[in-house]
Structure formats: C-alpha cells, structure tokens
C-alpha cells in the first residue's frame, strides 16, 4: 500500500507545500527556458527536496508546459507521474550500489541522447555520501555538459559538497515548513481520505513534526490507519483519544504556566505547580522536554520577560538536569532543584524574599565568640556561610547549597558533595578551598579546615528519598522558603 506521502504527491509546482519562493523561480526558468545545466537543493530531511526535483524534471521534459508548470497530460508527463520516464534518472548516494555506480551511472549514461523527450535529467539524492571519485566523476561531466543533460542534486549537508561543485551550480536552500503550511496540507490530505480529523490533533502532529513534512505525513498516515474503515458508516474520525494512542501527550500549556511562574520569580509558587503536577501524575522526564521546547521558542521568538543570557542558561541547566533524570535521579527533585536554581541564581532572587537584600549575618571576629564545633550549629548557619563566599566567589555558592556538612572531627568539617566534580571545585581545588574554609573560620568564629565525601550514605530508595527531602529542606533553608503541601 503507498504512504499518504507517495498517494499525495505533489503532480505541480504549485501543489508543493511551503517553499514558494524556490518553486516560483524553478516554474519561471522552465517557463522562460532560462535554465542553467545543475541545481543544488540543500535543507533538512523531509521538506520537499526531492519532490521539487520530481516536478522540475517532468516539467523540464514536459510537451506542452502551460506557464513553466508540467501539464501532467502529455506522454512525458504520464510517464514521469507513473516513474517510468527513461530520461529521468534518479540515484540515491545513500545507498551503496548508489556510490559504487555512480561513475558509470552518470558518465556512461550520458553520453547517450534522451530516449523519449528533449532532455535528460539526473535526481542524485544524498549526494553528501558521494565518494571523492564519485564527485570527480561528476565534476568532469559538470565542466562540459551535453546541451541536454541537466543535473539536480539534493542533499541535508550542503557543507559536505565540493565548492568546485557548488561553484556550478544554482542552489536552493530548503526551509523548514511553517506550521500554517503544514496544517493546511494535512487537513487537505485527510479531506482526500475522507477522514474526519479534529483540528486539535492536526496542531498535535505539526508541533511534534517540526517543520518537516513527511514526519507529518507519516504521522497522519498511522493515525489514519489505527481505525477500521470497513465497520464505520460515516467518515473516520480521529481525535485526541485515538491521537495519544500513537503521539505521547504534550503538557506544553502546563509547561508555559511554570515557566511564568519563573519569569515572575515566584519561587513558591512553581515549588506548588511543580508539587501539583507530579500528584496528577505528569511524568517528569517529557516534562522537561516540553520545558526545554518552550524555553528554546522563546529564545528563538525574542522574549521580553527573559534576557537571551538568562534563556540560555536555564536551557542548559534543564538539560543538565533532564540527563541527570535519566540517569537515574529523581524527577521531582531534579525539577525542584532547576526550579530553585532558576529562581535564585539565573533570575536573581524570589520577587518576595531576596536573599541578597537581606541583613547579613555578623560575620566578622569581634562579634563572635570562639565556640567549639557543633554539627548542628555548622547546619544553622551553613546559610550565612555560603552568603560569606558568595562575597568571595560566585561560582561556589551553588555546590555548598546542595552539599551538607555531614560531621565534624575536631577541627575538620566533613561535607557530603553530590558529585566528584563539586568536591575537587571546593577541596581539591587548593585556592577554592582556602576561601571556604576563611569563610568557615569568620562564621563559626574558630578556624577549621574541610574535607570532601561523595554520594549518597545509602542506596535504599527510601533512605535516599530522605535524602532528596533533607537536599530539599537543604535549599530552601538556604533561600529561607519552605515547601508547600497542595
Ligand atoms: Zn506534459
């Protein structure tokens, strides 16, 4: 059975989706025989490339084109639309057989007259994958080409072909298709089925599409597919129900309000949303990925309520985090952590408590007296530590608030870091350590050194789950927040 892709092709420049511009002038030059000898069409996967090639090749060949456009009714025409025009040569680099023939497929080939029209055309996809005598080949051809032999070559990695080569050529640089264009197609395509496609599930299938028409296609085509034709009276329908079946649902509008909450710099209330969604049961790791896409929109779409430094790192550290989830971390409170890392450190503070507007803690010497080390006065005051450094070094503030001061053996605090990395910046590193542990001494008023352990104390899930909740409380009691039960 044909794909939707293959039943629907485009027979005209005019019927191609999207790409107008390229259409236009490739519809122009047949029309006015202004017409170069080869052609470049570049651009990702799945936009029409090839399908481009197609309608230029017939209407290059066409008997009877009516303003530059193919009439699909003369003998060429039919037998290009049915693939077996003989001066139509079509060669996909991609495939093995498609290299190794290459040479002789074209240099050979050529030499010989067109068999059923005036010209001879060669479709070479993927020619990103041609060998370097493959491409010498080509080029040899290229520099003295018969009157009738036209070259149309595609491929997604422009990059990769020879400027000798592009030097030759006319290119067309192939875009992404716009979500509009898209739609338009699909509910065309699905009218033509005689399928009763909701609008809902057409905007589903160009947002997971990405531009790229034949994913849309496909999609729509196995949508299509999951009904049963033969028992149902009317036109099938597909709906939302049937369209989660196959495409897992987006939480995108779920995503935006979170990312509002941030932009209002409303710590508690995205620690709520975020609580409210893991109990209705949205799972995490898609979540991120519907955060990620709409924090990447908002870089691309200009965005008045983030500077471009701020999208681009909240970016990376959702995908920092994202990877650590699927490492195994826990999704909750990986988000909690992005969560309080966006608020506090990328956006600069909750719009209610600010901590860096807050009075200071007596820090200094004289204010203090001596004390002996206690692991408990360590924990109450692991804050005023970290706001002492923060004076000192930006960068270290982040660990220490997701590390944990876990004893205290005479002089030396023994602090837990989550990963190797965050130990060897605070104790390894000699410079880094030396403002810790100055710190230290200022806070706690007695001099005391620092030493690094990794991991977490158990492997239990449960105990480990503690551990999330004390990292937590850790973080909030650093930011003075508190979590709140919905
Ligand atoms: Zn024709």
């Not at 003998?75 to 001066?87: H, K, P, S, V």
């Not at 080029?139 to 990059?159: C, G, Q, R, S, V």
């Not at 995503?255 to 949205?282: P, S």
């Not at 807050?358 to 408990?376: A, G, N, V």
Request: hydrophobic share 40%; proline share 6%.
């Amino acid at each position: 059975m044909p794909t939707l892709s293959q039943k629907h092709r485009p027979k005209s420049f005019k019927d191609i989706t999207g790409q107008t511009s390229i259409t236009e002038t490739l519809r122009k030059e047949v029309a006015t025989e202004v017409l170069g000898h080869a052609y470049l069409f570049s651009g990702p996967r799945g936009v029409g490339k090839t399908t481009a090639a197609r309608v230029f090749a017939k209407a290059l060949n066409c008997e009877k084109p009516k303003a530059g456009e193919p009439c699909n009714e003369c003998t060429l025409c039919m037998a290009a639309n049915e693939g077996r025009c003989l001066d139509i040569i079509e060669l996909d680099a991609a495939t093995h057989t498609g290299v190794d023939t290459v040479r002789e497929s074209i240099i050979e080939h050529v030499r010989f007259s067109p068999l059923m029209g005036k010209r001879k055309i060669y479709i070479l996809d993927e020619v990103h994958m041609f060998s370097t005598s493959s491409w010498n080949a080509l080029l040899k051809t290229l520099e003295e080409p018969p009157a009738y032999a036209f070259f149309i070559l595609a491929t997604t990695e422009w990059h990769k072909v020879p400027a000798t080569i592009i030097s030759r050529c006319q290119r067309f640089e192939f875009k992404r298709i716009e979500a509009e264009r898209l739609a338009e197609r699909l509910t065309w395509i699905a009218g033509e089925e005689n399928w009763n496609v909701e609008p809902d599930v057409i905007d589903l299938i160009v947002s997971r599409a990405d531009g790229c028409l034949r994913d849309a296609e496909t999609l729509l085509g196995q949508l299509g597919s999951l009904g049963d034709p033969s028992t149902s009276s009317g036109p099938q329908k597909i709906d939302l129900k049937i369209a989660h079946l196959l495409i897992p649902e987006s939480h995108l509008p779920l995503a935006e309000g979170l990312v509002k909450l941030w932009a209002a710099r409303d710590h508690q209330g995205a620690l709520q949303e975020i609580q409210r969604l893991f109990d209705d049961g949205i799972q995490i790791l898609p979540l991120f990925d519907d955060l990620i896409q709409v924090i990447r929109g908002l870089l691309t779409n200009s965005s008045d309520q983030f500077t471009p430094h701020e999208l681009s790192e909240i970016a990376l550290l959702l995908l920092e985090r994202r990877k650590d989830v699927k490492a195994g971390v826990d999704g909750l409170f990986a988000l909690q952590l992005a969560s309080t890392t966006i608020v506090f450190k990328i956006l600069g503070g909750d719009k209610n408590q600010d901590p860096r507007h807050q009075e200071p803690e007596p820090t200094s010497l004289p204010t203090h007296q001596p004390t002996s080390l206690d692991l408990s006065v360590i924990r109450s005051k692991w804050p005023a530590l970290i706001r002492a450094v923060d004076e000192k070094n930006h960068s270290l503030p982040f660990i220490l608030k997701i590390a944990r001061p876990e004893a205290v053996e005479g002089d030396k605090i023994v602090i837990r870091f989550q990963y190797p990395f965050h130990r060897d910046k605070i104790v390894t590193d000699v410079k880094h350590r030396r403002i810790v542990e100055e710190c230290l001494a200022q806070v706690y008023g007695t001099p005391c050194s620092i030493e690094g352990i990794v991991g977490d104390p158990s492997t239990s899930s449960g105990q480990s789950q503690e551990r999330s909740q004390d990292m937590v409380s850790n973080i909030l009691n650093a930011f003075g927040g508190s979590i709140v039960e919905s």
